[in-house]
């Protein structure tokens, strides 16, 4: 099987969107232009298109990573947004077709599972992405069955994860928002830690035709609670679309123009490095699409040498920094 | 919303078909020919497309339907059949940016239910499509949990249906070959005849581009007999597939440059006329590329007046010899 390039710089990025709630905070962060008609898909297609530029931040030379946005947009007939796995594998196809980016990154949210350390707010990337609604018995060689569940794997990047404080793990999809127990039995025997609804599809066109793939999901409700997901899914969209936002921005910022095996390792925890990054963000303003503000000495990915003797100085107060809040915020949950 | 166009003639029609053993015979009868790299759509996609023509049989001007069947391909990873709604929307989708058709049939085989008076061998063309595997619960509006279901409708063409010998119904489609308890309850509550696993996919990217779409399933299995799907399913998999063939080739004879809206209706009992079609063309040997034997005076559509006085006394032969056998298979099936 061909493999993905992750050794050449990461130019242009397509982000595929399933709602427009989950879209809209990093449409609107970065003033990503929309596509008039007559856009770059098939006429007719529900797809919507954005586009725009995220400047990097990973060395002392400012340059930027052209960004598509497509969100899925809305059934013609129901006018709700096009969520689940048709949608999302006919988008991801007409994307790669118009805009041959370097990395598809299937963005949105879903649920996550208490009992293995899953909270409403965590965001996660994939490391690989398997369905859990493809039932596929066949006896002779299993090959059948196996292609139902999918196993699609990310590209490692477990740097890059620890640097914008996000976790990783197995991202698991269906088309049904709730889960039965065939499903969930599914989900177990997969390891997945995110279940959601369009990741699996995207992947699998990615992975046909070769196009490196990154899941990137945001908690709105936890499966194994014991609440009813509809509910927790609404009350949590906004604040964990607005989490979405953050940190994809970041991570697009981190990889412009730098190859994604750059990110393959990291060996310091992520909550630090999280946290000081997160810090970091704060106290120098954040990238935009005009650019007229710049991060500037951000820290170079784990396992790279920072960029100067001034980033490493900052570097190390800001892990000072988030080493003592945790220490305090450790204490504090204990306390309860 | 705005329907798809049935006015205008059918002069293309794409047909996508999930397994290669479902494709071949159509290809090996037609001697389509397999469109060389780079083929139409996106570099390294595992869809293979076939071109060719079909002589239609409407009228006495013979005219071709020029036909592109696309095979979704293997994986590449597990080297099985692309099967499944995933693969099944891209194929759709890029087969319509491909070659702009006037009709989209997904053609396959698939399970049928014996208390709703299915067997083994039975065609049957869609009315709708709906998926029964996504669950997608909403309070409100109950628009999304609609969305889920798809109801995508085929356009009418009973007429067409009575002409060469097919069943009409609903196709539900999921991504699995077996199904659960729920499966079965929403399968039922929407009224489906066929259980299959790729229509509702295609059927959606067709509403969504507005081409008229109908699937085509030939039953290789009965769901509610209480055997094992997949047994069953491969033992019936090639005499299904010549089946499904034979019925598909049919259908496009006789829509070849007539618009489906001809077809919308039809008075006479489906059985005699298609008894009555399938000997003619046992009698007048069948359409073929190669375009060396010819229909002749094959009975208009239903409503329509037949082409010569010579046609309609051999269609009143027919009819009273068919209206005999079938006769016949009743006084049988009753004495059983």
Redesign the interface.
């Known amino acids: 099987?061909?493999l993905p390039t992750v050794s050449a710089p990461v130019r242009c990025v397509v982000v595929v969107i399933a709602m427009e709630e989950e879209a809209r905070p990093f449409i609107e962060k970065h003033g990503l232009k929309k596509h008039q008609e007559p856009g770059p898909f098939?006429?007719?297609?529900?797809m919507v298109a954005y586009s725009g530029q995220i400047n990097s931040c990973t060395d002392d030379n400012q340059s930027h990573l052209r960004v598509h946005l497509v969100w899925n947009g809305r059934?013609?007939?129901?006018?709700?947004n096009n969520?689940?796995?048709?949608?999302a594998?006919?988008a991801t196809?007409?994307s790669?077709?118009a805009f041959h980016p370097d990395l598809v990154v299937s963005a949105g949210t879903a649920g996550g599972f208490g009992e293995l350390g899953g909270n409403i707010g965590d965001v996660y990337a994939s490391t690989k992405c398997v369905?859990h609604?493809?039932?596929?018995?066949?006896?002779e060689t299993g090959?059948?069955e196996?292609?139902?569940f999918g196993?699609y794997r990310s590209p490692p990047i477990s740097a890059l994860a620890s640097a914008i404080g996000i976790k990783q793990g197995v991202v698991s999809t269906?088309?049904?928002?709730?889960c039965?127990a065939?499903d969930l039995q599914l989900m177990r025997s997969e390891g997945a830690v995110v279940k959601e609804m369009e990741a699996?599809?995207c992947a699998?066109?990615c992975?046909?035709?070769?196009v490196p793939f990154i899941a990137l999901k945001s908690i709105t409700d936890i499966v194994d609670a014991g609440r009813p997901t509809?509910k927790e899914f609404y009350a949590n969209l906004h604040s964990a679309s607005s989490a979405l936002q953050g940190k994809l921005t970041h991570m697009l910022q981190l990889l412009g123009q730098q190859p994604l095996s750059r990110w393959a390792t990291g060996t310091v925890s992520s909550s630090l490095v999280a946290t000081a990054l997160e810090g970091r963000s704060t106290l120098s303003g954040e990238a935009s699409l005009s650019g007229k503000t710049k991060l500037h000495q951000l820290p170079s990915p784990i396992g790279a040498a920072p960029s100067s003797r001034r980033g490493l100085r900052l570097e190390l107060a800001l892990l000072a920094l988030s080493l003592a809040c945790n220490g305090l915020a450790l204490l504090r949950r204990r306390g309860r």
């Open positions: 099987m061909n098939v006429s007719g297609s529900p059934d013609q007939k129901y006018k709700v969520v689940a796995t048709t949608a594998a006919v196809y007409a790669i077709a369905y609604n493809r039932r596929i018995p066949e006896g090959d059948l196996e292609y139902g196993h269906s088309d049904s928002l709730e039965t065939s699996a599809a699998w066109v992975q046909s035709l070769r509809e």
